[in-house]
């Protein structure tokens, strides 16, 4: 019996290898794909050189020709792995596996429009999700709209509400509590959310953490010099409880940009118009706030998505750019944490399906967890000429050793007020809630860094070599 079960292991480990052999051929090959195109631009533009540019036109289809072929190879190893899991081998430690493939998956989109007469909207978005799917079959559809003020979203991943808040912004001192909403995911309910009995204005970040939600005030011209409010919610009573307020002050106004939630604590990243970053983090046991050391990280935005030790955001500067960190915590003297943000890497192979007009402003995009290593990218933008529709891009895709394998990637039509354009606030999955690592199973990596970290950035340079 233990020969067998070593046999399996073994079998696994070199399916697993081959993979990840497979997924670095492809990204290689798409690096020289895209150099391939540019040059090709270039010539083309320069209208010589033809009997180079027949040269390059070849290369290219051979190279698509392969990749084809490599992309074949994986899904046969892919549908491999799957019957060996129904036989008993074991898993591959950190290997991506996509539950009940082809399924029909429901992604949540919350917008917000720049002008018109409704602030807000809710769309859903089903398609069918894995590996072997031929057709992702994605359709769009608004659940819900609001209107009178712009809102905040965050859903506690264990209910299936929505929680939509009423947020009242600087221009509007004098309202000092939040109203809103409640959404049902599953029936589709919206329900009016009883107003709290705390007094505080409702303008800031909403984040869900550990099966509640936590309120962060933003700095306004009605808020400065003085501490920043700062609130959990208690779901049960529907109210808020004051926590320690955000002790940090800034030369210039800053405002939150991202988060993410892991460790016992909720990171917060923070920057300013004159390109100012800050990263501080409050632990939800210990009720404190500590600053974070950031050395030369890039800041990120939305929620990010904790995996294991490595934390998936979206690069804050550009779209479309997935970069992966790691949060360092070090017990200190008085025995509290200290903590730093280092980033690892940045992700290549997210191969996004192109709207019939290219996005010429407006550009926003969000990350979403699907379980496991599998992800899904939503992003959108504005385009002068196309006023009554509004295209979302929706692309699902793993990560495997440091590398994205994109499944496949769509385009929909949203139509909208003629150029009432809209922008993506908030995104998730109601079949997956995020990742969210109590500090106590992750105290040996206080003491010292894991050994695969340093493993996952030497795998990840491979991606860096040309052909």
Known sequence: MAAELTSGQDHALTKASSQDELLAKTSKIKKSLHKIWAMEKSLRELGENEKYLAALLAQKVQLIDLKKLISKELRLLRRSKADSRKHGFPMVENASTMINQGEERSLFLMVTFLRGKYTDAIYEVKFKFGGEVDDMGARVARVAKFSGSTHLGARIFDRSQLYVFSEEGWDKPCVNSFGGYIFDTKTRALDQLTPSTVQFKQHGTVVSAYG??????????????????????????????????????????????????????????????????????????????KQVEIGTCTPFQGRAVVVGETIYALNYFRTDEIIAYSLRRKVVDDGDIAYSLVQQFKLDGLDIADPPLQFDGLMTDYLVHLGNQDFVHVKTGTNEECDEVQHLCITTFQIVQGMIETLHSTVLRVKIDVRNWFMLTLGFTPECGDYEPEEDKSAASMKQPKQEDKTTLDENSLMHEDI
């Open 212 to 289: 509640t939600l936590y309120f962060l005030e933003a700095e306004t011209e009605f808020v400065q010099d003085s501490a920043l409010f700062f609130a959990k919610y208690n779901p049960d009573k529907n109210d808020w409880v004051q926590m320690p307020s955000f002790p940090f002050s800034y030369k210039f106004t800053t405002e939150v940009t991202g988060y993410v939630v892991g460790y016992g604590v909720i990171l917060y990243t923070l920057s300013d118009l004159h390109g100012n970053f800050d990263v501080v983090a409050y632990h939800v046991g210990r009720k404190n706030w």
